[in-house]
């Protein structure tokens, strides 16, 4: 046994980034990876055991022994714990940060513990079942029980309980006279009803033979990178299926990830049908206690497979035979909060340590890993058919110009307007995408031309017809309408441009007694939100979905045959040079919902844009063609995988002290590359201004924004903006390398 131990406490302050040391107290069991309680100065606090040490070079009075271990067994294994330590090291944070991914919040500061229940079983079997119960002939609860109980089993009070009324008092009769044992034991709290349906094994479909012939011999030697491209349709998800069955076979792990869970019930209800127990889900809407439970599952070997969003790529399994990642072009795949960790990357640095495979799929593979795949990082696999050769739907783009010009100044096209009526006097199901929630994105003065705006943040209030309120997207303030103009006074406001509210509201004239469902953050809060929308339209009891881009995500509705997209290019204009990529991969994943049954489908696209690339490459269907023009746009502007873009955000009460900061990183660069000339020469460009969006949440925003190579110099360039932003400035600033989102 070792003594002493160093432990990483868990308080996220710059100068405790460092190890600190404590003694083990005799018969304290002690390993590296648990979690423990420590004194820390006057406080207790949790730590994470990072080494045990036989001796220290301290003074032994000054040491401080453990005050105890949470569980019984390390947190934290020691492959996640090499990754942590990699993690700080790549984003220049405390391990601390890093190791706190690893666990689940919940577990941290006790928030939730081990939920015991109580169980009872008979003592007595064969013959003297019957002799014990003819014993208790005046108390028919007793007997009832003992009937209840014959079959020797564990049975937990709460479910004697539904059949029995108060059962505890006969039990505990029952246990004095020695014919049965009442005995507490730890219960799982379970966020989806386990054992459902074993639905049968479809005939794998050659596309999905051949991919999985790639894939399994891959598993079997424990590495490999896949990129597999497969239609909307092509049954991605059964491929997923066979490969995490062929990881378990072999007493292998796995993890799938998926963007949103929420968003994604469906291909949680799949695995849970197919996996039962051996599935364990993890994601934020979950209990406190359900999100635990599922942890510890996982960590104690019950459960085998973890499915969740973003953080599920840390789940603490052994053995790891898979990491799936569907839908890999998501945004919400990288962290906006620092660490800003990529979760692919994450996966793949995991597969490799561990020696698992990694597999990304997507209809719509991002820009920068199928350029990877092209350069060998990932092997590229393909399915270009959907399931059972069923047809792609067919595209129309409707040019909304024209349709001005020819009179029309509703939302809906004539054409999109016809396809519906077709489609709701045929029974079918159609959905309508409109990338705004609400009711009109803006209200502006008719007097002056102002919009409102959100007094904390610097974008349009949005005006919302269920509170009759204005919201701000952003920081989710909400105020009443003004009755004037706050800049004019003039009384004439108007509402500007179509929410998801607005079309409701307007297909409940256009088509009065039709039912229509809406799915947006409003309509989906709360842990089963989504799921009781999704399921009022499976049923059929309505007949259209209106919603915004998260219906557009993996969703399987054989009964719809018509997708629109009102406003299909409004995402076209946002500040960001993934906006082509963005709204190709959302009208190509809307379209994909189109046509999935046995019935054809058809796309409406609405869009003021019709000729651009990613509006003509979209209604085609057609990735590469796609791939081509923006890989060659992004080569020509400079843009990545091309280069690194990096930027340091400066965030202060008021905008002088901002720009003051950014003025002087500037300054800082601009000096620091006189010094370096190779790294000026990797640097392409550099500037200092207001960031797109002005102000968030009060907090004025000015950004350093670098281009540069993606090369070793770059590399150092950014370790350099690292450096520089770790100093102390007078606003809080935040380095961020390739980010989400360029607002
Ligand atoms: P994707 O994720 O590629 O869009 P899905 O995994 O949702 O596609 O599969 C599309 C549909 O095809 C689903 O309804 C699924 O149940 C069905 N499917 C998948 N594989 C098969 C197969 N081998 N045989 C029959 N149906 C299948
Ligand atoms: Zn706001
Ligand atoms: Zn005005």
């Not at 057609?622 to 873009?645: G, M, W």
């Not at 790294?679 to 201004?689: A, G, M, N, P, Y």
């Not at 950014?718 to 600033?733: H, K, P, T």
């Amino acid at each position: 046994m070792s003594a002493f131990c160093d432990v990483c406490v868990d308080i996220a302050v710059a100068d405790t980034n460092r190890a600190f040391t404590y003694s083990i107290p005799e018969n304290m069991r002690v390993l590296v990876g648990m979690r423990v309680i420590v004194p820390f100065g006057p406080r207790k606090v949790e730590g994470i055991v990072l080494a045990l040490k036989y001796e220290v070079e301290l003074e032994l009075g000054r040491i401080k022994p453990i005050i105890r271990t949470l569980e019984d067994y390390p947190a934290i294994l020691p492959p996640n714990m090499q990754l942590a330590r990699e993690m700080a090291d790549k984003f220049n944070c405390p391990l601390a940060a890093t190791l706190r991914l690893m666990v689940p919040a919940q577990l941290r500061k006790s928030r939730v513990s081990v939920k015991n229940e109580k169980f009872a079983r008979l003592l007595v079997s064969g013959e003297d079942i019957k002799k014990a119960r003819d014993s208790q002939s005046r108390a028919p609860t007793r007997q009832l029980l003992i009937d209840l109980m014959s079959d020797g089993e564990e049975h937990s009070l709460s479910n004697l309980r539904l059949l029995v009324r108060s059962p505890l008092s006969a039990l505990q009769k029952l246990e004095e006279q020695g014919i049965v044992e009442i005995f507490e034991k730890e219960v799982f709290r379970k966020p989806y009803p386990s054992g459902l349906l074993k639905t049968e094994d479809p005939i794998l479909t050659p596309g999905q033979e051949e991919v999985l012939s790639e894939i399994i011999p891959a598993i079997n030697k424990g590495q490999g990178s896949f990129l597999l491209h497969g239609v909307t349709g092509s049954g991605k998800t059964e491929v997923y299926i066979r490969a995490v069955r062929h990881a378990l076979k072999l007493g292998k792990t796995a993890i799938v990830l998926v963007p949103e869970i929420i968003l994604t019930p469906q291909i949680v209800s799949w695995f849970v049908s197919r996996f039962g127990d051996v599935a364990a889900v993890l994601h934020s809407r979950l209990s406190a206690g359900e999100r635990y439970d599922e942890w510890r599952r996982l960590r104690l070997g019950d459960a085998k497979v973890a499915i969740g969003a973003r953080s599920a790529v840390f789940a603490p399994l052994q053995n790891l035979g898979i990491i799936i990642v569907d839908e890999e072009h998501e945004q919400s795949y990288s962290s906006e909060s620092s660490p800003a960790y990529d979760a692919r990357e994450v996966a793949l640095s995991r597969c490799k340590r561990e020696g698992a495979t990694l597999l990304l799929a997507s209809a719509t593979p991002s820009i920068l890993s199928f350029a990877k795949a092209g350069r060998g990082d990932y092997m590229l696999l393909e399915m270009p058919e959907r399931v059972n050769a069923k047809p792609l739907p067919k595209v129309h783009i409707v040019d909304m110009r024209e349709e001005l010009r020819l009179g029309n100044t509703g939302i809906l096209s004539n054409l999109l307007l016809q396809k519906l009526e077709e489609c709701i006097k045929k029974g079918d199901q159609a959905i309508l995408f409109v990338n705004r929630r609400g009711y009109a994105p803006s209200v502006v003065c008719r007097s002056c031309g102002e919009r409102l705006q959100c007094p904390q943040c610097d974008v349009a209030q949005t005006y919302h017809r269920s509170d009759k309120q204005m919201h701000c997207h952003y920081c989710g303030g909400i105020s009443p309408v003004p009755e004037k103009c706050p800049s004019c006074g003039s009384t004439f406001l108007k509402t500007c441009g179509v929410g998801t509210q607005k079309l409701e509201e307007e297909l409940k004239k256009l088509f009065p007694g039709v039912t229509t469902v809406r799915l947006d953050n409003d309509t989906t809060r709360g842990k089963d939100g989504h799921r009781k929308q999704l399921s009022v339209f499976r049923s059929g009891a309505a007949q259209v979905m209106v919603g915004t881009q998260m219906i557009a995500k993996g969703l399987d509705f054989p009964q719809v045959t018509l997708v629109g997209a009102v406003l299909a290019d409004l995402s076209l204009n946002l500040p960001d040079y993934r906006a082509a990529e963005r709204t190709f991969q959302l009208l190509t994943q809307l379209a994909g919902r189109a046509g999935r049954g046995d019935s054809e489908g058809e796309v409406i696209i609405q869009s003021y844009k019709p000729e651009h690339y990613a509006i003509k490459a979209a209604a085609t269907q057609d990735f590469r063609s796609f791939f081509n023009q923006e890989f060659s746009r992004r080569r020509k502007d400079l843009y990545p995988p091309f280069t690194i873009i990096a930027r340091i955000l400066c965030l202060a009460d008021d905008n002088i002290t901002a720009r003051k900061v950014s003025g002087e990183m500037f300054r800082f660069l601009d000096s620091k590359l006189k010094e370096k000339p190779l790294w000026k020469k990797s640097v392409l460009f550099f500037r200092e201004d207001d960031a797109p969006i002005k102000r968030i949440m009060g907090k004025h925003r000015s950004q350093l924004f670098i281009k540069m190579v993606d090369n070793k110099m770059g590399e150092e360039v950014i370790a350099y903006l690292s450096e520089i932003s770790r100093m102390e400035w007078n606003c809080s600033v935040q380095l961020e390398v390739n980010p989400a989102t360029l607002a």
